[in-house]
């Protein structure tokens, strides 16, 4: 496995042709990746079928985002996301994520799957404000409780705008 990629501050933007597509198992292993995740995470396919997903984890995204994520999912409900993701020479690209629980013939949880797409300046904007928030939270919680404190963080101030999670999330992606 690579150690950690240093993060430029080189943007890679998506058009609003990109859909970002990929598959996992139930522990997040890469299954399924498509050649526009490809291109934009400059990797090829067999550096990422079976690596986690976390392969293009970026550090300026607080742990509390996955801590939702992976609550949500494992409640079997779908989770929306603007994220920051990295690249194989350390560039980033933000997203606007879907992912949703995948099931086999019987109805049962067999992998998750999701689609990003490009986001708009503002949603960005929004978004990045709030994370910077969010890892201050997690730097003062220190790394046992880091993602529950950014987490109750988050959702207080959402409580204050009298905004639930995904209403927040897709009034940012509808601008
Ligand atoms: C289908 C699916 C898609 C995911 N997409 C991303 C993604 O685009 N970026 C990301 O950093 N993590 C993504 N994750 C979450 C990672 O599995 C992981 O929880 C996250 O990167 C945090 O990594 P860490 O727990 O090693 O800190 C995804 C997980 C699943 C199941």
């Known amino acids: 496995m690579k150690g950690r990629i240093t993060p430029t501050q080189r943007e890679v933007r998506l058009t609003d042709d990109d859909l970002i597509v990929s598959k996992t198992d139930v522990n997040g292993r890469l299954t399924y990746v498509n050649r526009?995740?490809?291109?934009?995470?400059?990797?090829?396919?067999?550096?990422?079928?079976?690596?986690?997903?976390?392969?293009?984890?970026?550090?300026?995204?607080?742990?509390?985002v996955f801590r939702l994520m992976w609550e949500t999912l494992k409640?079997?409900?779908e989770f929306f996301g603007v994220?920051?993701?990295?690249?194989?020479?350390?560039?980033?690209?933000?997203?606007?994520?879907?992912?949703?629980?995948?099931?086999?013939?019987a109805g049962a949880?067999?992998?998750?799957f999701s689609v990003r797409r490009a986001v708009s300046t503002?949603?960005?904007?929004?978004?990045?404000?709030?994370?910077?928030?969010?890892?201050?939270v997690e730097r003062r919680a220190?790394?046992?409780?880091?993602?529950?404190?950014s987490l109750a963080w988050l959702r207080?101030?959402?409580?204050?705008?009298?905004?639930?999670?995904?209403?927040?999330?897709?009034?940012?992606?509808?601008?």
């Open 75 to 77: 409640a079997e409900r």
């Open 142 to 149: 220190g790394p046992a409780t880091a993602p529950e404190a």
């Open 122 to 136: 503002g949603a960005i904007s929004a978004a990045s404000g709030l994370y910077a928030q969010m890892l201050e």
């Open 36 to 64: 526009t995740f490809m291109r934009i995470s400059n990797y090829p396919e067999h550096a990422l079928l079976g690596r986690q997903h976390n392969v293009v984890r970026h550090p300026d995204m607080p742990r509390g």
């Open 109 to 112: 949880v067999s992998g998750y």
């Open 156 to 175: 207080r101030t959402l409580d204050e705008r009298r905004l639930g999670y995904e209403r927040f999330v897709l009034g940012l992606y509808n601008g």
């Open 83 to 105: 994220i920051k993701n990295i690249t194989s020479d350390g560039d980033f690209y933000w997203v606007f994520a879907n992912v949703t629980p995948d099931r086999d013939r």
